[in-house]
């Protein structure tokens, strides 16, 4: 009489499984760790990104200024759109980005200097200190223009960095005279890139 064998998995055979896979998630967690640090900067940059052009909108949509304020002096990305000149119809806060919404890590630093046209190579080569120059905004009028105020108080570059790892992607947010608002990334060539600062 013949015996059926029964086939399975020895014990052996199941520990080296369990070290194969254990090596495997150990060499992929840098990568992902890395990975969530870079998408909390890139979603707090889209974040103002989006914030200036709703501002900007709604400046040309309603013919009057609107301001995009950056709210928290510690550098969270927090801000909020509302008309200059508040009325019934036009509200002080149109919308508002709280510091809890979002990534705790992700800081912002801005600069008022006018950046040079056309813009040099390296001209965003060094970060701003995340926290310096706020609290600061953007003010666009019923053209979608960039309004001219007393100096300094609209800010033509938002740097987005990380608040504990100087390695993680830095994202650059930056203000045109004209009312362009664009995200870049400092380490890529605009020449070769479009999505590259300069």
């Not at 987005?160 to 830095?170: G, K, L």
Request: proline share 5%; glycine share 10%; net charge positive.
């Amino acid at each position: 009489m013949l015996s059926r064998r029964q086939g399975g998995v020895t014990l052996l055979e199941l520990m080296l499984g369990i070290v194969l896979m254990a090596l495997l998630l150990a060499m992929g967690v840098p990568s992902f760790s890395s990975w969530i640090r870079d998408t909390h900067n890139r979603t707090a940059a889209e974040s103002v990104l989006n914030g200036l052009q709703l501002a900007r909108n709604e400046a040309v949509r309603r013919n009057t200024v609107v301001r995009f304020s950056l709210t928290d002096q510690g550098g969270t990305v927090a801000w909020n759109v509302g008309c200059v000149a508040a009325t019934t119809t036009c509200p002080a806060t149109i919308q508002s980005r709280p510091a809890a919404e979002g990534s705790d890590q992700a800081r912002i630093g801005v600069s008022t200097t006018a950046i040079p046209t056309p813009i040099p190579s390296g001209q965003f080569d060094t970060a701003l200190t995340a926290g310096s120059g706020l609290l600061s905004g953007v003010s666009f009028d019923g053209l979608g223009r960039v309004t001219t105020p007393v100096a300094g108080t609209n800010f033509t570059r938002a740097d987005i960095v990380h608040a504990t790892n100087s390695n993680a992607r830095r994202y650059v947010v930056v203000v045109g005279t004209g009312g362009q608002v664009r995200m870049c990334d400092p380490k890529l060539p605009f020449a070769t890139n479009p999505q590259g600062c300069s």
